[in-house]
C-alpha cells in the first residue's frame, strides 16, 4: 500500500550509495565514499560467513578473498542466508533463524 517508485529504477539505490560523499563522517576525511574505500572496485558476492576467534565476522567472496571484521552488516535477504551463503549457524540466535 505505501509502495514507492524509482525514477530510473532500484538499482539507483546502491549506484548513489556507491558514489555518495556524507557531509558527517568520522572516521575518513570529507569526500571519502564506498567507491573511494574500494579502489572504485565491488567486492565479489558473499560466499561464506563465520563466526571467528576473539568474536569476529569472516567473510568469504566469490573470488576467494577473505577477510575479517569486527562487525559485518548484510543488506540481502535473510533467505540468502539460509539457501545461497555457507552461513555459520552460531551467528545468529535460534529465534532469528526461525522468524
Do not use: M, Y
Not at 4 to 29: A, M, N, T
Not at 46 to 70: H, K, P, S, W
Amino acid at each position: 500500500d505505501h509502495h514507492r517508485g524509482i525514477v530510473g529504477g532500484s538499482q539507483q539505490l546502491p549506484l548513489r550509495l556507491w558514489d555518495r560523499e556524507p557531509q558527517k563522517i568520522v572516521h575518513w576525511p570529507l569526500g571519502t565514499s564506498l567507491s573511494s574505500l574500494h579502489n572504485g572496485e565491488p567486492r565479489g558476492a558473499v560466499t561464506r560467513l563465520t563466526r571467528t576467534a576473539g568474536n569476529r565476522i569472516t567473510v568469504t567472496d566469490a573470488t576467494g578473498d577473505i577477510r575479517t571484521f569486527r562487525a559485518a552488516v548484510f543488506t540481502g535477504q535473510s533467505w540468502l542466508l539460509l539457501s545461497k551463503i555457507d552461513c555459520d549457524d552460531a551467528l545468529f540466535p535460534i529465534d532469528h533463524w526461525t522468524a
